[in-house]
Nanobody, 125 residues
Framework: QVQLVESGGGSVQSGGSLRLSCAASGYTYSRYCMGWFRQAPGKEREGVARIGRDGSISYADSVKGRFTISRDNAKNTLDLQMNSLKPEDTAMYYC???????????????????WGQGTQVTVSS
């Protein structure tokens, strides 16, 4: 079955950096869209970044220029490099996967199917 296991969370001061990793198994990783989501206490879950099977990338406006998503299809891993962290980045971060859809090209649907258990990121001011 599909398994997604996140690691790399922790506590850091404002302006610091963290790198999250997600190890995927149980499916053909290279064919799937992958994404990072986060949820802060009392708030709805929001998409942070996603990367398609073709390597196409999109970011939430709030993290553009600070976060970088990357995938290694040989190792079945997904990373999120987070720089210039702010207190408002504090949240539980989740790795997620979904099979792509095809219209005129492959694209990632809005709703992801598979989720990891999450890793906590806390940024103090």
């Amino acid at each position: 079955q599909v398994q997604l296991v996140e690691s790399g969370g922790g506590s850091v001061q404002s302006g610091g950096s963290l790198r999250l990793s997600c190890a995927a198994s149980g499916y053909t990783y290279s064919r799937y869209c992958m994404g990072w989501f986060r949820q802060a206490p009392g708030k709805e879950r929001e998409g942070v970044a996603r990367i398609g099977r073709d390597g196409s990338i999109s970011y939430a406006d709030s993290v553009k220029g600070r976060f970088t998503i990357s995938r290694d299809n040989a190792k079945n891993t997904l990373d999120l490099q987070m720089n210039s962290l702010k207190p408002e980045d504090t949240a539980m971060y989740y790795c997620a996967a979904v099979g792509p859809l095809y219209g005129t090209t492959w694209y990632c649907p809005a709703d992801f199917t598979y989720w990891g258990q999450g890793t906590q990121v806390t940024v103090s001011s």
